[in-house]
């Protein structure tokens, strides 16, 4: 297999709360490299800082009330410390993002249509007719029935396994080269979790997206990524291939977590 | 990822309820002041005084009468608390008791007991005073049984609705199976649950009561003169208000507070 | 299904005109008094004063009386004035555009205050101009509205002498010096109403920019305006919808209160007189009028609140 290229480097990264009159440091010294078409899992529990730090991927820490230090860059654009405008040419058309919570992560009063396209809306010049057509696409791309009745309905008309899938197509729609899924499958059943992360791996084989899977769940992880990132408080303690974490976990909290897992789910 | 911001809130919060405490406080001993003395007698005129204006004899001047304004205020700002207290307390007590029924007993009884209170609260409360003072003609007692009534379905609608929700709880039905009577559930189990709720809205209705009650006095359907009301005296303001446009603002600050004091208490009440 | 819900909504809304014209009604037959005599004046002969009643058809049973009422009323026929012998629909129909333009200009000037303020001190949250909006509206929604009128003819009137303080101009003089001197009585009852519409639309702003499909928003490269105005602005509007319907009913009837401020000879002026001289078919009409007023606005907010929200558009 060739070399990839690195689309993403994540360095020293730091994250500081300023919000109380305590600083809080939530993340220590991130590092994170990501190639082409891979898929990375971000483990850990919850507090763990491992959202924390997909948001900072994605730009969404853009507060006055925090201190961030150093580097995230994006195809050798420090998305940390650029302007905002700058950023925003990155937000849904380079860096696509899906997240927990599919009930409350749409807008109530908007149609599904109008909502999964909205980056084709922001980021390209297409017409109207071009729109509707790649939102059809993208909605039959991630496997829901009726594209036309759906573009109409409201996000409360639809279930919560519908509306993820309609997050993952409005994320997908510009063909991002990295696609941030934050627990993307925790708020679901588990029928509609294992229907997610197989969607998610045959757009990630047919679509060449590379996708940074945050989970607390490791099995799922190990189902679905190639290197994993194991986060406790704040700290990366682990990282490395899947087989190899799994088989030979180095520290005591990825040995816990492992344990963790019902025996019939590692096979 | 929720960012937690409640210390400031809380901090925010309270000193609302500070604000409307003190304020209420200074009003309500301002009032009480004028309860056991005043300056002047609020109805004693002086020619020589007309419009006098502000001084140390009359800290608020002096109005066509050459009545002490400030005396006028106190005993004034005490009618319309009074006014407002007796309103609010036919509001509550007769409201209490019909969404009580409405709410305990449900079905064909709520159904016209709610029809109705929908039908008066059509009515805005001010049109609905000011028909029952069409009917039964200007006064003061008038104004308060006219603001009494109307204030009475939008406080069923709150304790039917406090009702509804407490008449299946746990606490309800043990007390049934120890053989307590309905009406013994419903005020003395009942009710007392439902009283927060009720507490904030006495506190709102106070607001509206004030501010329907100046309203009225103003329009000259309410106290009658020689009695001193706020609204009253601001109505005669205005009369004069190229001569002695001084005259209107000591009354309507006094209500201003009046009406600040209590949507700051009923706010920090609500937010607690 | 929503033409079944609208269908709904209006028989409720017409049970509800039914139940408040025969609540008037009732109220207006047992008032202590009786009118024939109350019209002759106490030394007529019990004679003139039965004649008046026959002719009053005062002695008729009263659900009869009721429906005559309720259908002539229907039919725009109101009864005449005991003290004016003209007919009510005249002096109604004369008043009426006075207190409806004023109650227009009223709430205009309460959406184009209110939102744009909302907005700009939600933006501004915690900073110096937020701080200050949040302090003067505290202060304005505790302004009685009759206060605030007399507080601008002192300051539009007496002192910038910017209109006539008493100095109505009828609109079928001069109709634009008719607007220029509503638009104060108006700024009076907007005022209070506006910084209650300010609060409500910040604090729904500030709730729903803190829920999760904002940052949904933001993650597809929307700008911080875009965000505000193509998503947050709708959602935060619903509460204040409902808000500004009562707001609307409100003004309607608060106008009785600040024509008597602004010396307009409006609805509220006649009801006001005849309530004083117990010219009860002059008073009914009117109230009857403001409360049907009331329950149709109610219902056209019902229905934009419905429009606005899908969530609600789809049940039931």
Not at chain 1, 157 to 175: D, T
Not at chain 3, 81 to 103: A, C, G, Q, R
């Amino acid at each position: 297999m060739e070399e990839k290229e690195i689309i993403l480097k994540v360095q020293d990264l730091n994250i500081e709360f300023h919000d109380h009159l305590i600083p809080e440091t939530v993340v220590y010294d991130f590092n994170l490299t990501l190639k082409a078409g891979e898929i990375v899992g971000l483990v850990g529990e919850s507090g763990s800082g491992k959202s924390m730090s997909a948001l900072a991927v994605a730009g969404l820490l853009r507060r006055h009330d925090m201190k961030k230090t150093g580097q995230i860059l994006f195809d050798g654009v420090d998305l940390l410390n650029c302007d905002r405008k700058v950023l925003r040419k990155f937000q849904g058309k380079e860096i696509g993002m899906v997240f927990q919570e599919p009930m409350t992560s749409l807008n109530p009063v908007k149609k599904i249509g109008w909502q999964v396209e909205e980056s084709l809306r922001i980021h390209t010049q297409l017409n109207k007719e071009e729109r509707y057509r790649r939102v059809i696409e993208a909605l039959e791309n991630v496997e829901l029935q009726d594209p036309e009745r759906i573009v109409r309905q409201y996000p409360h008309e639809l279930s919560g396994g519908m509306r993820q899938r309609v997050m993952i197509a409005a994320a997908m729609i510009c063909k991002p080269r990295l696609l941030i899924a934050d627990e993307p499958t925790t708020a679901l059943d588990v029928t509609i979790q294992a229907q997610i992360v197989k969607l998610l791996k045959r757009l990630n084989r047919e679509e060449g997206t590379a996708v940074l899977f945050i989970s607390h769940d490791l099995s799922l992880v190990k189902r679905l990524c190639s290197r994993i990132l194991v986060m406790k408080s704040g700290y990366v303690v682990e990282s490395g291939e899947t087989q190899q974490i799994f088989y030979h976990p180095g520290d005591a909290y990825t040995k816990k977590l492992i344990e963790a897992i019902p025996a019939y789910e590692k096979r | 990822m929720k960012i937690k911001r409640e210390p400031m809130k809380r901090i925010s919060k309270n000193s609302n309820f500070i604000a409307g405490a003190v304020l209420t406080g200074l009003i309500l001993l301002f009032i009480i002041i004028g309860c056991i003395h005043t300056p002047y007698d609020p109805e004693a005129m002086d020619g020589a005084g007309r419009f006098a204006g502000i001084s140390w004899r009359h800290p608020m001047g002096c109005d066509n009468f050459g009545r002490d304004i400030l005396s006028r205020v106190m005993t004034g700002a005490g009618t319309t608390l009074g006014v407002a207290f007796a309103t609010v307390a036919i509001g509550a007590f007769f409201g209490v008791i019909w969404g009580a029924f409405a709410g305990y007993y449900g079905g064909l009884l709520d159904e016209i007991f709610m029809r109705a209170a929908d039908a008066m609260l059509a009515f805005p409360s001010i049109l609905l005073a000011l028909m029952i003072i069409g009917l039964f003609g200007p006064g003061k007692y008038n104004v308060i049984l006219a603001l009494g009534i109307a204030f009475v379905p939008s406080f069923a609608r709150i304790v039917r609705s406090e009702f509804i929700r407490c008449k299946n709880m746990d606490y309800v039905r043990s007390a049934r199976l120890m053989g307590a009577g309905n009406l013994r559930i419903m005020f003395v189990h009942i009710l007392p649950n439902a009283f927060p709720v009720i507490l904030s809205s006495v506190l709102i209705g106070f607001n509206n009561a004030v501010l329907a009650e100046a309203g009225m006095n103003y329009l000259g359907i309410g106290v009658m003169p020689p009695d001193a009301s706020l609204g009253r005296m601001l109505s005669e303001a205005q009369t004069y208000i190229f001569s002695a446009p001084g005259y209107a603002i000591f009354p309507g600050i006094v209500l201003i507070l009046m009406i600040l004091g209590f949507s700051l208490l009923g706010e920090g009440v609500r937010d607690n | 299904m929503r033409g079944k819900t609208i269908l709904k909504k209006t028989v409720s809304t017409i049970i509800t005109l039914l139940v408040v014209s025969f609540l008037v009604f009732l109220s207006f037959s047992v008032i202590p008094g009786d009118p024939a005599v109350s019209q002759l004046g106490t030394n007529a002969t019990p004679e003139r004063v039965e004649a008046l009643r026959e002719e009053m058809g005062l002695n008729r049973p009263f659900f009869l009386r009721f429906g005559e009422w309720l259908l002539s009323f229907a039919g725009g026929d109101m009864g005449i004035s005991y003290s004016y012998k003209i007919p009510v629909k005249e002096m109604i129909l004369d008043k009426l555009p006075i207190t409806f333009t004023m109650t227009v200009m009223a709430f205009i000037l309460v959406v184009i205050i209110s939102v744009p303020v909302g907005i700009y001190a939600a933006k501004h949250q915690g900073g110096r101009t937020d701080r200050a909006v949040i302090t003067i509206n505290q202060v304005f929604m505790a302004v009685p509205p009759f206060f605030a009128g007399i507080l601008i003819t002192v300051l539009f009137g007496v002192v910038l002498k910017l209109f006539t303080p008493g100095g109505y101009v009828s609109y079928t003089k001069n109709f634009w010096g008719f607007v220029g001197y509503l638009f104060f009585p108006a700024l009076a009852i907007a005022l209070p109403k506006a910084a209650m519409t300010v609060k409500l639309l910040r604090s729904s702003l500030l709730e729903q920019a803190e829920l999760d499909y904002t940052r949904t928003a933001y993650s597809r490269g929307n700008t911080t305006r875009d965000v505000l105005y193509r998503h947050v602005l709708q959602n935060a509007m619903i509460p204040v919808i409902t808000f500004l319907g009562m707001a609307l009913a409100d003004i309607f009837t608060g106008s009785i209160i600040i024509e008597q401020v602004f010396n307009i000879p409006g609805l509220g002026r006649i009801l006001l007189t005849s309530i004083s001289n117990r010219d009860y078919p002059v008073v009914m009409a009117i109230i009857v009028c403001l409360a049907f007023a009331v329950i149709v606005i109610n219902l056209l907010v019902d229905v934009i609140y419905r429009f606005a929200d899908p969530r609600i558009r789809n049940e039931d």
